[in-house]
């Protein structure tokens, strides 16, 4: 191979003074020399493309755009790690979910980041970081890696403390849901550190627009798949399920929107409300429609259709068909991507 020396370099006029490097070729710079760009007016365009398509053997110092994450991150001749990290002069830490400390947004992200193995995963929820049970595969066949589990034992561990928020609704108050399956008493918490609670009330209430919902607050996922393993129906009356309607607003705002519908649903919300351009085929997961009155029932893998959202998710259980009525949810799961 042969070295040529220069002090300048530049293109022919028929390139537009353009410099063009081979593919498979190299342009060094000697150690004793320096790359002066200051006098560019424009950018800098950097390397990009997806984790798969990282550097078989990087070196120590690459520097990218990693287009599945959507950051910049450099090989810090171990790992890569996002460029923020580095840049801070503290150590880098690579996303990965693989402590506290690098916590993740999600588990399909923590597996981007290099989380392949393993059966924990600690991830962004709201304003505080908690472990879930991690499943590093293609747990469905839907060519996603990275899934996480949050049910009702990891619920009754984080709820009770707040360290995942959670809200209970109701309104008329004669239907206000609660977090215990005494169905005479209106409002409780006995059972939350079983992650179990009751929808609906068996009380009459004097007719109007109604509705009764359980959220818990979720990492900012991109797609799920719900089980509904052990849920028990009560009250003076039958529950009625049946298919819901699909009030987005009302449902989103806790806003009382119909009078003794039909359902027992449950969505997941993206936390964007209309106001924010959110819609039902962007911002819902439909997981049950209100027309499953089975235990065991699983839904399909549902997914946003904007992608990640940019807010904190919340998994949704209510009706508007609580008169002298209530169903309660006593083993239920959700996996999240």
């Known amino acids: ?182 169905y005479n008493a209106r409002v409780g918490r006995t059972s939350i550190a079983s992650g179990h609670f009751r929808i609906g009330f068996n009380e009459q209430h004097g007719g109007g627009n109604s509705l009764s919902t359980v959220r818990i607050q979720m990492p900012k996922m991109t797609k799920a798949r719900y089980y509904k393993d052990n849920r028990e129906n009560g009250g003076a009356d039958t529950a009625d399920y049946g298919s819901f309607s699909q009030n987005f607003n009302g449902i989103n705002r806790n806003s009382p929107y119909e009078n003794n519908g039909s359902g027992y649903w449950m969505v997941i919300w993206s936390g964007r409300d209309s106001n924010q351009g959110g819609s039902v085929g962007n911002d819902w997961m439909i997981m049950d429609n209100g027309n499953n009155n089975q235990n065991g029932y699983v839904s399909s893998v549902q997914s946003f259709g904007a992608g990640k959202p940019s807010t904190d998710p919340f998994a949704i259980w209510g009706t508007t068909d609580a008169y002298r009525e209530y169903v309660y949810y006593k083993e239920w799961r959700i996996w999240f991507h």
């Open 1 to 182: 191979m042969s070295t040529l020396r220069v002090s300048k370099l530049a293109g022919t006029a028929n390139s537009l003074n353009q410099v063009t490097v081979p593919a498979g070729k190299k342009l060094k710079i000697g150690a004793d020399a320096s790359l002066d760009l200051s006098g560019l007016d424009t950018a800098l365009q950097l390397p990009a493309g997806t984790t798969a398509q990282r550097p078989g053997s990087p070196a120590t110092g690459y520097w990218r755009y990693n287009t599945t994450i959507s950051k910049f991150e450099v090989y810090t001749g171990s790992s890569w790690a996002e460029l923020n990290a580095a840049a801070t002069g503290a150590s880098a830490i690579t996303r990965d979910g693989s402590s506290a400390v690098a916590a993740a947004d999600n588990p399909g992200d923590a597996y981007d980041a290099g989380l392949t193995s393993g059966n924990e995963v600690w991830l962004n929820v709201g304003d505080s970081v908690l472990p879930f049970e991690y499943d590093p595969s293609d747990r469905f066949g839907t060519g996603d890696n990275g899934w996480a589990l949050l049910n009702h034992t990891w619920f009754g561990t984080y709820g009770p403390s707040h360290l995942v928020d959670y809200f209970s609704y109701g309104s008329p108050r004669t239907i206000e849901p609660a977090f215990q399956s005494d």
